[in-house]
Structures are given as structure tokens and as C-alpha cells.
């Protein structure tokens, strides 16, 4: 039986070794390709302003005020929540995990804030459109509980605050649209 586990690690530190090698060979010919004569020039494609667009994002220090605020909030009424801020695009920028908030709370604090900015609507509301679609709660990363509401800037989404870990959704929400409204001052 040692001998066995014996060939098994020499197999791994082998296979390490091998991709290492690998690896070290790959990046010296990418470092040796730009250099030489024969090398072809680099293409570059410049886009052209028809074909771009330009995306609002919230910035990190004002997605920790919205977390901050939202978590103040939620101590003030000694409730033990997570808050979760993401952006557009449902990548966190910021989660404060309060103490003795639940080990499930930062999970779902971040799947009520994607959700609130995918639909640009509260998940209290999103919650009740369950009923006409249920095959909305399929959409992977999605959390149709009341608790996370959409921040937006000329009307259109820009980043999500989802706040889990009170014992109703409803107080979620609310220290969720606290999260939002530190963003308005």
C-alpha cells in the first residue's frame, strides 16, 4: 500500500514538474517572439465611436458607504445581517458581514442585490411576479425574497445592495433602501 501512495505523489511532482516546464517554455517564447526581425507586427484594431458605448459604474468607496449605511441601519435595530453591494453586471464590490450575522446570509445578500439590479426592480416586487412566471426563480444567482433593491443613475441600473439575515424579508429591504438612499446625499 506505501508503495503505491509512493508512485502516486512521484506521478504528481512529475506532472507538476512537467506542466512547470511547460509553462516556463510558453512564457520564454512570448517573451522571445516580439523581439526578433522576422516577428510580424502586432494588428490593432481601433473602434470607432459608432461602435462603442459608455457604462455608469459606482464606484468602491461609494458602494462601502451604501454597505456601511445599510449595516448601520440594520445594528440600530439589533438585527445580525450581511449586506452585499454588486455591480451591474452582478460582481460584488463590497460585502460587510455584521456580527453574528448567519453563515447563509453573505450568499444570499449577494444573490438579492444581483437580482435587484438583473430586473432594476426591488426583490420584494420581483417576489410577487413569481406567481405569473415561477421559471424566473431558475435563473441561476437569482434570490426572489424580499431584501434587495436596485441603485440607478438616470434611470437605468448601475449596482444592487441585497441585505439577508433579519427575520422577515420586509427589514431586509428596508435596511437595504437605507443602503441606497446614503447614495442620494
Known sequence: MKHVKKAHRTRLTTGGAVVALG????GAYSASAGGGQDAAPATVAEATSGHTTATTRLTVAAATRAA???LDAAEAE???VTVAVVDRDGNPLVTLRGDGAGPQSPGSAERK????????APTSVLAG???QAPNLKDVPGTLFLPGGTPVTAQGAPIAGIGVAGAPSGDLDEKFARAGAAALEK
Open 23 to 26: 509553462l516556463a517554455g510558453v
Open 68 to 70: 456601511r449605511a445599510a
Open 78 to 80: 439589533d438585527q445580525r
Open 113 to 120: 442585490a444581483y437580482t435587484a439590479v438583473a430586473w432594476n
Open 129 to 131: 411576479r413569481l406567481a
